[in-house]
């Protein structure tokens, strides 16, 4: 889940806002604050027309020695015949001024924690010729709750010692993903790879399509908004250059809007058959680029070992997921949980890079999310405002260090180095999702602390039985919140107004 951090959206780049840096005197304002839900509020702030005459002076201060009015030299017009002339072309640069000043001034003065940014429309908001500015706009706010009982939780934790036929089965995995795959022309088996064409249509519409994607023949294929169930039995016994078909139905998480909960056709064209050529362990040992078969063990059981731990960690978390946000019964903005739907998507996809996951099994799992991520997210969401609340109370921050430590465990697991690997998660927006699995993940080894554990068995993964593609059947992409811009310009911040982080 995201941080509290965040901006305001206006067209600075039109209007030129000047925001005075010598203003010492606070606006007089009226705000009226109405409580649409737990997380939103609906603000209606009204600027006397004393403020606004004062900052149009300040504005006409700046700009009188200046002036250019025809039949004058310049600086030299009547005060009064300037602002008659120039007080329309001002009125943008005050009104910019204004809205700053006094969503800054609200924002340091009144009882809430924004998380969002304010649904302002610059555009609508007009400086009257005569009386009062009055605006309003809706704003998403950090819940107001007690805090619920985080000391001496009792929990359970998932144990296991790895075996060296634990060892050996995870050896055969890692073969088969570096192994070569051969053309056959036998009929498709469980366990082989498929090359096909995907499309997805509404009736006769044509929704999406991708081309040479690499399947492998699983029980269950994994689209990024639905699942193929008895894939397998889908696929095999066809041969190269036949098509099956089937109904999936497209989740909730979807972009679009119009398919979210119904089915869509999808047609599978079969273009090649390969299966695995098995390699000895030399081999093996030989690409990898090891010294011996030891060594490949021991790199194997630190994976598994690592695995294991971000295992406990999630079922840990979930324990206490459930125990801290049970009396939790607060409703969240439809809005603001799609947001962090994908916020929760990048928390988990980081974790798993950490913990050494392949890609392959990065994208099963991601996919797999996507099913009932929006209804995980509520609970998450709700978790993530308690955490970030202990983490205040007990002055838990994320330190530089923290950020050196995740991306250099990242890199070493995807071999590579943390200078681009941190290049790529600054690229992809991903910074202030590792900062909130920094904090809340230091916050849930404190409550760790103070909690009592027995072990429970460790349970093999089921998306072992599970294919993936990055393939969306409604169309679209996975993108839930799009850059926000106005009128073609970047936005500048707003100092002071918060928001839950975006992409």
Known sequence: MAGLSGTLNVNTETTDVIAPADEKQKLNLAVDIKEKSACERHITVTVPRDDIERYFA???????PNAEVPGFRTGRAPRQLVEKKFRKQLADQVKGSLLMDSLTQISDTEDFSAISEPDL???????????DLTYEFNIEVRPEFDLPKWEGLSLERPEHEFTDADIDAEIAKLGARISDMVPVEDAVQLGDFIVCNVTSRDGDKLIAESKELTVEVLPMLSLADSIVEGFDKLVTGSKADETVTTKVEINEFSDNEALRGKEVDLAIEILDVKRIEQQTDDKLVSQLGLESMDKLREM??????????????????????????????WEL??????????????????????????????????????????????????????????????????????????????AVQQNDSPRRVRARLERTGQIDSLRNMIIERKVIEKI??????????YETDESSKTAAIDFFAAGGSDRMIPEAKYDGGEAEPIPGMNKVDRD
């Open 300 to 329: 194997i059981r630190s994976t598994l070992e690592s695995r294991l731990e971000y295992a406990q960690r999630e079922e840990i978390r979930d324990q206490i997921n459930k125990s801290l946000t049970e009396s939790a019964n």
């Open 121 to 131: 429309d610059f555009e609508q908001v007009n400086i009257p010729d005569e009386g």
């Open 58 to 64: 300040k504005q006409f201060d700046d700009l009188v």
């Open 448 to 457: 760790t602390e103070k909690a009592t554990f027995s072990a429970t068995a």
């Open 333 to 410: 903005p439809p809005d603001l949980l799609r947001r962090q739907s994908r916020r929760e998507l990048d928390r988990s996809v980081i974790e798993m890079r950490s913990s050494g996951f392949s890609d392959q099994e990065i994208q099963t799992r991601e996919n797999l999310l996507r099913q009932n991520v929006l209804a995980k997210t509520e609970s998450l969401l709700k978790e993530h405002f308690i955490l970030e609340r202990i983490a205040e109370d007990q002055n838990i921050e994320a330190e530089s260090t923290d950020y050196e430590l995740e991306v250099a465990r990242i």
